[in-house]
């Protein structure tokens, strides 16, 4: 259940904030958070990362869905699973279907956190599957290490 909750907090706070930036700065509108640094600048993608395959949506948003629920799937069927399986799903899962829902309501997926060091502009999904593939990739090799260690 922990790990749908997390599903579920990504989703909420993902969504909040897009409807926020949706509200309140223009499409392209910048606010200054941090000068040089870090804004919130209001884009909409099309695409998946830097805007590659944007002419792809009706794509983009049948392998987010399916993906998506691949994994919540995966969550609540791998009783065998190890845990920080579980954890990168649940974050990867969050985030898709956190953009999933503005590919669905809105054709594009609203971003919005701009770093001064890093071109694209992102959101709380995008963070959301970064984190969980960290964790998925951390998880293969510690899981990796653990088998060569029984021996």
């Given at each position: 259940m922990r790990y749908y909750c997390t599903v579920i907090a990504v989703l909420i706070a993902d969504q909040i904030l897009k409807y926020y930036i949706r509200a309140n700065l223009a499409l392209g509108d910048s606010l200054k958070i941090i000068p040089g640094l870090f804004e919130l600048t209001h884009v909409s993608n099309s695409g998946a990362a830097w805007g590659?395959?944007?002419?792809?949506?009706?794509?983009?948003?049948?392998f987010s869905a399916i993906v998506s629920?691949?994994?919540?799937?995966?969550?609540g069927c791998g009783k065998k699973l190890f845990g920080g399986y579980k954890w990168a799903f649940a974050l990867i899962a969050g985030g898709g279907v956190g953009n999933l829902i503005d590919r669905v309501l809105f054709g594009a997926v609203t971003d919005m956190f701009s770093l001064s060091f890093f071109s694209p502009v992102f959101n709380i999904a995008d963070i959301s599957v970064c984190i969980g593939c960290f964790i998925m990739t951390a998880s293969i090799c510690f899981e990796e290490n653990l088998r060569f260690t029984k021996r």
């Open positions: 590659a395959f944007s002419e792809s949506t009706l794509l983009l948003t049948a629920l691949a994994l919540l799937i995966f969550i």
